[in-house]
Each structure stands twice: as C-alpha cells, then as structure tokens.
C-alpha cells in the first residue's frame, strides 16, 4: 500500500527554521515526482515546493523563494523541505504528495485539478508564532 508520513513540524518562532519529512512506503519514490503544499485555516491547499524525479529539477512559490529548500534522498526514500525565516503566515498544515502522472513540476504545485490524481500524507501541523 502506498502511503507517505510527514514529521518534523511543531510551534516554532518568527525567524526560525524547521525540516519536515516525508518518508514513503509501500513504494519507492525514485519514479514520482513529490511536492509539499499546505493549507491554514480557512485557506484553500496551496503548493509550497515541488520537486522532478528525473533532473532533479524545482519549483518554489513566489513567497517561499530563498526560504524553503526542497530536496530529495532517493536511498533513504525520503523527501525533505528546510523551511528558513519562518513568518507567521507560514501557519498551515503541511503535506506531502507524490505523483507518477505529471513530470512538469510547476504544473504540479500550481494546477488544482490533478491533485486528485496524486498520494497525499496525513499532514503535519506548522505553526509560526511568538
């Protein structure tokens, strides 16, 4: 079965930092393009980063640009995101998602109408504040 697991989010404050994890199982994620998104409350789900599984190849959204590193370790079958100078508004929850269907990675964080088509996580909860 496949399934993705998100850890390494908690409280943190404005200006700090956090590594979320996304670890696979049931299937490796060599093949599959993978990205994080997050929803806040109220909020629709956004795409944050997402990353090629051919070159290596990213996409950032505009206000996550020179904060959040994405990044992938194929033998420990794992996808990271290092998020930097955390703002309040980095509040959300935090997924994990991973696709065979779209190689494009700007499609894949940005285009709502496939994500149906991709493996979600459970999620894990961020939140920026003093």
């Known amino acids: 079965q496949l399934q993705l697991v998100e850890s390494g989010g908690g409280l943190v404050q404005p200006g700090g930092s956090l590594r979320l994890s996304c670890a696979a199982s049931g299937f490796t994620l060599d093949d599959y393009a993978i990205g994080w998104f997050r929803q806040a409350p109220g909020k629709e789900r956004e795409g944050v980063s997402c990353?090629?599984?051919?070159?290596?190849?990213?996409y950032y959204a505009d206000s996550m640009k020179g904060r959040f590193t994405i990044s992938r370790d194929n033998a420990k079958n794992a996808v990271y995101l290092q998020m930097n100078s955390l703002k309040p508004e980095d509040t959300a929850v935090y997924y994990c998602?991973?696709?065979?269907?779209?190689?494009?990675?700007?499609?894949?964080?940005?285009?709502?109408?496939?994500?149906?088509?991709?493996?979600w996580g459970q999620g894990t909860p961020v939140t920026v504040s003093s």
């Open positions: 998602a991973a696709t065979l269907r779209v190689t494009n990675v700007q499609s894949m964080c940005v285009m709502r109408w496939i994500r149906a088509l991709y493996a």
């Open positions: 990353i090629s599984s051919s070159d290596g190849s990213t």
